[in-house]
């Protein structure tokens, strides 16, 4: 088990309930759309821990995302389904953070009015 699962494990096995409770509404009916909305809250709720670096705390958000979908009866066939779910979750995180980050810009400033009028 590698160090970054080893502490992500660690936090899971004591505040995994308490963080559980935090998103009892969206585990009610867990779907992609309820994914995608859960993660940016999940790695808020993630940032205090201060002692994990920030690949830690990725790990740490992908293994809650995956105890999440382990648990929960989402809608379709859970044998179909959870995979699809397990394996967009890594990406899904990524895109977020290198928003966050502004590796990613989603809108691009336009220039200013008084630029287009002289000019």
Known sequence: MSVHRYKAHAVINNDYEKIEKMFTKELSNLSITTLVDII???IKCVEKYKALNGSEKKELVLELLIRFIDKTDGF?????V???LKSIAPSIIDNLIKVDKKNIV????????FFKIFC
């Open 82 to 84: 959870d995979p699809i």
């Open 76 to 80: 379709g066939d859970d044998a179909i």
């Open 106 to 113: 989603l809108k691009k400033k336009g220039k200013c009015f």
């Open 40 to 42: 940016p809250p999940l």
